[in-house]
């Protein structure tokens, strides 16, 4: 089974800030990740698909990068709504399996 | 415009049985696969079970294996998430999802909330 590793578990910005999550695969997934944006009490939203692919309507500030087992996301210029949960997901075979998440919060 | 309705939450005791159900509108239910999702209290997302469009395949977490059991009813439009020998640990809000084609989930429930204890 692949398994997903996000760094890091938290992190503390401010509005404006340039931030960056990294996810690793055990194993190689290609492309086949995607980047959930989730805030409490709210169902998870998708923001990056097939790695670097941004979903219709996810504002351009979101940006994903990166193949085989090393991806990263990347949020310029951080705005109030961004604070959130975010996690990973790799979809190249079953089961598939999320990261454990980064925190994003208001410094 | 697509709705995912969970349904079936609720308190139960360890080693007891529930049937969740997601009532799917807004798109062809029986073209795409689904996915059952859960989260913990405090926790992560964890991905538990898939099931493809016609519910010929069906895929588990090993947390769930042999205990949860996927399906659906494409003439009811309908996705369900049997649960049976329920452990406190399945203690979660359970989010159906549709995927995309691949299996990216790009439309989600608002969940239903499990509660396993004594």
């Known amino acids: 089974d692949i398994q997903m590793t996000q760094s890091p578990s938290t992190l503390s910005a401010s509005v404006g800030d340039r931030v960056t999550i990294t996810c690793r695969a055990s194993?190689?997934?290609?492309?086949?990740l995607a980047w959930y944006q989730k805030k409490p009490g709210k169902a998870p939203k998708v923001l990056i698909y097939k790695a670097s692919t941004l979903e219709s309507g996810v504002p351009s500030r979101f940006s994903g990068s990166g193949s085989g087992t090393e991806f990263t996301l990347t949020i310029t210029s951080l705005q109030p709504d961004d604070f959130a949960t975010y996690y990973c997901q790799q979809y190249h075979s079953y089961p598939l399996a999320f990261g454990g998440g980064t925190q994003v919060e208001i410094k | 415009e697509v709705q995912l309705v969970e349904s079936g939450g609720g308190l139960v005791q360890p080693g007891g049985f529930l049937r969740l159900a997601c009532a799917a509108s807004?798109?062809?239910?029986?073209?795409?696969?689904m996915s059952w999702v859960r989260q913990a209290p405090g926790k992560g997302l964890e991905w538990v079970s898939a099931?493809?469009?016609?519910?010929?395949?069906?895929y588990y977490a090993d947390s769930v294996k042999g205990r949860f059991t996927i399906s659906r009813d494409n003439s009811k439009n309908t996705l369900y998430l049997q649960m049976n020998s329920l452990r406190v640990e399945d203690t979660a809000v359970y989010y159906c999802?549709?995927?995309?084609?691949?299996?990216?989930?790009?439309?989600w429930g608002q969940g239903t909330l499990v509660t396993v204890s004594s």
């Open positions: 999802a549709k995927h995309r084609g691949e299996a990216v989930a790009d439309h």
């Open positions: 807004g798109f062809t239910f029986s073209s795409y696969p």
């Open positions: 194993q190689s997934i290609i492309s086949w």
């Open positions: 099931i493809r469009e016609s519910g010929d395949s069906t």
